[in-house]
Structure formats: structure tokens, C-alpha cells
């Protein structure tokens, strides 16, 4: 009963923003703000945060822009939010800085094939609507795709397409992507925290098609994966698979 009361004492403290000495009026400004008391420790791991109606008098703003930022700190796990009860300090949130990518050389090798990798493609183009859902960006903000195929003793194994918003990191020049696949480039330069993934079956298009070796129309194993820095997504990658392909995870 003390910590509950000691957490709601916390919970409900006023904010240093109080007073009308700031405004927030975006949901990614908001969205900035808790995550900073969360890196503050301001609100610890576990703890409660005010509710959509207090953030929203504190900050200066309405409670549907709170609940635009809150909703998206929780689809990156961040926070957890749960009906009667409130939303809390995701106890995961104190994670490591850096997160442990899969590399396809390594998946590649560990078949006991000789593995190849060869860049496709290195632009700046405007998002494809997934790709601007994905790193929440608008329609009109530019960013780097990066298209590369891989080999598994010369025989067709993944082609990969990711996107990189130059907005939230370096971006790496074409040189070194001749060199380095994206998500290896991605995994030893920037500070990831977490990715989200989704698996699914789709049919090839033409291009993945020609890459992969199979008749276009194929249906193909592809996972796409979104890369996080705290709150912030600054990849979304897409690899697709022949048919048969084997995914393995181990726990």
C-alpha cells in the first residue's frame, strides 16, 4: 500500500513544464517529452504516468494529441497502457542501448554455403505508403532506399529492400553499402533499442522475382522489420525469401 501510495504521489506531482512556460502542440512533441522523463527517470520502469487529461492540461494541448503520442510510445514498448488501470513505464524500458541484429551472412554461413551480397540500388525517392507508415513521416519528406541481393553458394537466397530516414540517422554513402549491407551498417553505427516485425506470404513482383529466381507471382516468405531509436523508427526493411525457405528462432 505504500509504494501504490508513494506512485500515485509521483504520478501526480506537478509538472516542471506547469505554468504555461511551454506548449506542446504535436503529437511528436509530446511524444518527445515523456519519452524524456522516462530517460530521466522522472517516471521510473513500472511507474505510473498521468493520465490523457492531466498530460494534456500540463502540456498545453488536446487530449486526442496525448493519446496520438502515448498510443505510439506504446506500439514501440515503451509504455503499457491498459484499460481501468492506466498507463505505466514499460518495465523493459531501462533495456540495453544496443540491439542484437540477425545478419544474413550469418544465416547464410550457418547453412554451410558461401555467401555473396551485391547493392542493387542506393536512392533518395519519396516513401512508399508502407514505408511512410512505418517511420511516420509525411508523403512529401524524401528518403533513402537501399535495394541488395544475396547468395547462398551463387544460388538465390533474399533480396532486400530498406528504407533510411535521413532524418533520425547518418546515412551512409553508396561506397560503403557496396561493402556492407544496411542492416550490418545499421547494427554496428546506430544505437538501436528495439525492432517490430511482421511475417507474412506474399506474391513476387517482377523485380524480387527476377532476383530470387522464380516465376513472377511466386508466393514468397517476406518479413519486414521496423528499427527503433527509443521512440523514434529509422529503418523499415523488407526481405523476401524463396519458396521452401526455413525461418528459425531460438529462445
Same mark, same amino acid.
Given at each position: 500500500?505504500? %509504494?501504490?501510495?508513494?506512485?500515485?504521489?509521483? *504520478?501526480?506531482?506537478?509538472?516542471?513544464?506547469?505554468?504555461?512556460? %511551454?506548449? #506542446?502542440? *504535436?503529437?511528436?512533441?509530446?511524444?518527445?517529452?515523456?519519452?524524456?522523463?522516462?530517460?530521466?527517470?522522472?517516471?521510473?520502469?513500472?511507474?505510473?504516468?498521468?493520465?490523457?487529461?492531466?498530460?494534456?492540461?500540463?502540456?498545453?494541448?488536446?487530449?486526442?494529441?496525448?493519446?496520438?503520442?502515448?498510443?505510439?510510445?506504446?506500439?514501440?514498448?515503451?509504455?503499457?497502457?491498459?484499460?481501468?488501470?492506466?498507463?505505466?513505464?514499460?518495465? *523493459?524500458?531501462?533495456? %540495453?542501448?544496443?540491439?542484437?541484429?540477425?545478419?544474413?551472412?550469418?544465416e547464410i554461413e550457418? #547453412?554451410?554455403?558461401?555467401?555473396?551480397?551485391?547493392?542493387?540500388?542506393?536512392?533518395?525517392?519519396?516513401?512508399?505508403?508502407?514505408? #511512410?507508415?512505418?517511420?511516420?513521416?509525411?508523403?512529401?519528406?524524401?528518403?533513402?532506399?537501399? %535495394?541488395?541481393?544475396?547468395?547462398?553458394?551463387?544460388?538465390?537466397?533474399?533480396?532486400?529492400?530498406?528504407?533510411?530516414?535521413?532524418?533520425?540517422?547518418?546515412?551512409?554513402?553508396?561506397?560503403?553499402?557496396?561493402?556492407?549491407?544496411?542492416?550490418?551498417?545499421?547494427?554496428?553505427?546506430?544505437?538501436? *533499442?528495439?525492432?517490430?516485425?511482421?511475417?507474412?506470404?506474399?506474391?513476387?513482383?517482377?523485380?524480387?522475382?527476377?532476383?530470387?529466381?522464380?516465376?513472377?507471382?511466386?508466393?514468397?516468405?517476406?518479413?519486414?522489420?521496423?528499427?527503433?531509436?527509443?521512440?523514434t523508427p529509422v529503418?523499415?526493411?523488407?526481405?523476401?525469401?524463396?519458396?521452401?525457405?526455413?525461418?528459425v528462432s531460438e529462445?
Amino acid at each position: 500500500m505504500t %509504494k501504490l501510495l508513494g506512485n500515485l504521489a509521483r *504520478t501526480l506531482r506537478p509538472s516542471r513544464i506547469s505554468g504555461g512556460n %511551454k506548449r #506542446m502542440n *504535436t503529437w511528436q512533441s509530446v511524444r518527445a517529452e515523456v519519452l524524456e522523463r522516462i530517460r530521466s527517470r522522472e517516471w521510473a520502469p513500472g511507474e505510473l504516468i498521468p493520465t490523457e487529461e492531466q498530460l494534456s492540461q500540463q502540456l498545453g494541448c488536446a487530449r486526442a494529441t496525448v493519446n496520438r503520442a502515448l498510443r505510439e510510445l506504446a506500439e514501440s514498448g515503451i509504455i503499457e497502457r491498459r484499460r481501468k488501470v492506466g498507463t505505466r513505464v514499460a518495465s *523493459t524500458a531501462a533495456r %540495453k542501448a544496443t540491439l542484437e541484429m540477425p545478419a544474413i551472412r550469418d544465416e547464410i554461413e550457418a #547453412m554451410g554455403a558461401t555467401y555473396s551480397y551485391s547493392l542493387m540500388l542506393f536512392e533518395e525517392r519519396m516513401p512508399s505508403e508502407k514505408a #511512410m507508415r512505418a517511420l511516420q513521416v509525411d508523403a512529401n519528406e524524401k528518403l533513402i532506399l537501399v %535495394k541488395a541481393r544475396y547468395l547462398a553458394d551463387g544460388q538465390p537466397h533474399c533480396c532486400e529492400s530498406i528504407w533510411l530516414n535521413p532524418q533520425s540517422l547518418p546515412v551512409p554513402t553508396r561506397a560503403v553499402l557496396e561493402k556492407l549491407p544496411a542492416h550490418e551498417w545499421l547494427a554496428s553505427q546506430v544505437p538501436l *533499442t528495439h525492432g517490430r516485425y511482421a511475417i507474412l506470404a506474399e506474391a513476387a513482383s517482377e523485380p524480387c522475382a527476377e532476383h530470387l529466381g522464380v516465376a513472377e507471382g511466386t508466393p514468397v516468405l517476406s518479413i519486414e522489420r521496423t528499427n527503433w531509436v527509443d521512440a523514434t523508427p529509422v529503418s523499415f526493411a523488407r526481405q523476401f525469401y524463396r519458396p521452401q525457405h526455413r525461418l528459425v528462432s531460438e529462445e
